[in-house]
């Protein structure tokens, strides 16, 4: 099986190229040339399955230059015994005959990012072995707080990789900051710098693609890649645990075999949702993809009209993951509905980037109408959805419940599985002033004690002890200084 580019489709690389390069040279996204089927009867022999068998099985099928030891390896390593807290890996929790929550933040960071970054640095060290055998792996991050400590949790002590991380020093919260600040391993590095997320992204980006480091780098057997979302390894992990999730639906007595689900997705940059696609055409029996949005509901509009356009207000919500205007792996949809019609593709990447905006041909929103629903949930909508759903017996964080606010707002009858991102335990300050009508003015730490206190439930091991773990890491660099920060972390 081979892969193609969003942009040039006479491309073809094996899933380690796409893998180890992260992206494509002319800027576009690598994309299956093919999606892998799975009949009802593969399906069905998934089921009796654990999730790392199961992810097993739908790795081999997009993985094909991968042997099945290395793919064994990566799977054992990434989801070992204890790396979370649920046996289940991504465990479904039904709420009261109603719709499933898919809990996909029993990692190490608590949030969903782990169940792509754990995976990442297994699948990247196996192919660069092959794509750039005996270099050491240097991965840059810019983070605005979820991603940077989910790769720091994924990366640290990998064999041959080095891991830097670079976050705005005012931009993050108090509770993010203190996970990177303590953060364990050998081959980590954390930094904070004088500026908003946007400077640590351009700093990043110029320092990747700076030729004289690149220079440096090789010269100490090293080379750069990238963690970043639009990575295939961080999608196919992704694409796991929505198969899995329909075996979970069968084995619970949900549905029988063969029965359609819905499934609502969080949604940002558009990978999560994307995986489920994904699924839905390998032959996961999914009805329709719910979007759901934050008040920066560009994709809402999108999906409903066909015509996407970041020109618009940005808010800074409670759900700050999915505050995001341009959804990088939209790209992939859109080319896949295109069927591989790369010439048209660019023309929309190329109006995106020169007036904000693009309209889709007829035939690719009649595709998106067959496949998508989409809403969005106002801060207003989504703290209330937060207190009834929590009266109702679920504690949800900020991010899933826009996706349970948009569920209601869209539900039709099918049995869905709602896509649940992250701990409440990680915005507890906005969890508990949707509980109570407003926080106390109390410091975050205190906020988890509080929040344990009046919803009974327990703080997460990963974030209880935080408080008081050794910081490691607390300088703030000038952002002209990042350079010579990466060359100090990695003693080069
Ligand atoms: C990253 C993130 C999202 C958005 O996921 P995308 O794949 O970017 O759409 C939603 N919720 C949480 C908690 C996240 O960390």
Redo the contacts with the bound molecule.
Sequence with gaps: MFYTSTRDKSLRVTSSEAITKGISDEGGLFVPCEIPALGLSDIEAMIPMSYRERAKKILSLYLTDFTPEEIDYCVDGAYAEGKFDSEKVAPLVNLKGEANILELFRGPTC???DMALQLLPYLLTTASKRAAPDKETVILVATSG?TGKAALEGFKDVPHTRILVFYPVEGVSAMQKRQMQTQEGANVGVCAIKGNFDDAQTGVKKIFTDKAVAAKLAENGMIFSSAN?INWGRLVPQVVYYCSAYCDMVEQGRIALGDQINVV?????????LAAYYAKQMGIPIKTLICASNSNNVLTDFLTTGTYDRNRKFYTTT?P??D?LISSNLERLLFHLSVNDDAEIREYMDSLSKTGKYTVSDDIFEAIRADFKAGFATEEEDAAAIKVSFDLGYLP?T?TAVAIEVYKKLADGTPTVIAA??SPYKFPKAVLAAILGEAPQIDEFDMSDELSKVTGTKIPAPLAGLRDRQVRFDSVSEISEMEQRVYDMLGI
Aim: no cysteine; glycine share 10%; aromatic share 10%.
């Design positions: 949030a969903f990012k979820d979302s997705v969080p949604t940002g940059n558009f990978g999560n949702i759900s993951s999915m995001i964080d991010h991102t992250a």
